[in-house]
T-cell receptor, first 118, second 118 residues
Framework: AQKVTQAQTEISVVEKEDVTLDCVYE???????LFWYKQPPSGELVFLIR??????QNEISGRYSWNFQKSTSSFNFTITASQVVDSAVYFC???????????????FGKGITLSVRP | GAVVSQHPSWVICKSGTSVKIECRSL??????MFWYRQFPKQSLMLMAT?????????EQGVEKDKFLINHASLTLSTLTVTSAHPEDSSFYIC??????????????FGPGTRLTVT
């Protein structure tokens, strides 16, 4: 069975600091997808990124960047120059590839609560 | 594209009554819908998966007679909490996957429904 571990539970930083959120996953499948979601206080999940297991290229989107390393089964997320609006709970998730429909269950980590203080 | 709505966004009901939550895919055909439950400061817990026109598949420990799921069309799934009790108070989130988005393993999330049972 697959597993997603987000060892950090709560992180507090001061605005403009860089912060990295860790995600470690376990799966025996070779084809899978990894996701990061943001859940602000309103509760709605906001999709941030999807990465498939065959694409180890790092990605940058504005202040956000992601580092995917299959060798360590990690998919870490860095926010550069954090802002108060980044305060939210961040979830890392995994779904196995090669299956569709009812078998496409997302396995979520427990989430990391990020607080950015002004 | 790929918008999922939920109605109501919040509901308060009395103990012993039933509550129905609707999940709609607004601009795509949702062949599979997922229902999650989230307690405060916890991760999302998958309750059940439903394919259009079929009976829902419930996760272990989820009472199928208490949480009735109907996925009658490619754009609508409903979750009915029957004989609700205060311990059923939670944040319920639906997601949908289907055709037209490009990737089978993408789940699109609704904004959630906050249920409070008094």
């Amino acid at each position: 069975a697959q597993k997603v571990t987000q060892a950090q539970t709560e992180i507090s930083v001061v605005e403009k600091e860089d912060v990295t959120l860790d995600c470690v996953y376990e799966t025996r499948d070779t084809t899978y997808y990894l996701f990061w979601y943001k859940q602000p206080p309103s509760g709605e999940l906001v999709f941030l990124i999807r990465r498939n297991s065959f694409d180890e290229q790092n990605e940058i989107s504005g202040r956000y960047s992601w580092n995917f390393q299959k060798s360590t089964s990690s998919f870490n997320f860095t926010i550069t120059a954090s802002q108060v609006v980044d305060s939210a709970v961040y979830f890392c998730a995994l779904v196995l590839g090669g299956r569709a429909g009812a078998n496409s269950k997302l396995t979520f980590g427990k989430g990391i609560t990020l607080s950015v203080r002004p | 594209g790929a918008v999922v709505s939920q109605h109501p966004s919040w509901v308060i009901c009395k103990s012993g009554t039933s509550v129905k939550i609707e999940c709609r895919s607004l601009d795509f055909q949702a062949t599979t819908m997922f229902w999650y439950r989230q307690f405060p400061k916890q991760s999302l817990m998958l309750m059940a998966t439903s394919n259009e026109g079929s009976k829902a598949t419930y996760e272990q420990g989820v009472e199928k007679d208490k949480f009735l799921i109907n996925h009658a069309s490619l754009t609508l799934s409903t979750l009915t909490v029957t004989s609700a009790h205060p311990e059923d108070s939670s944040f319920y989130i639906c997601s949908a996957s289907g055709t037209g988005q490009g990737i089978w393993y993408e789940q699109y999330f609704g904004p959630g429904t906050r249920l409070t049972v008094t």
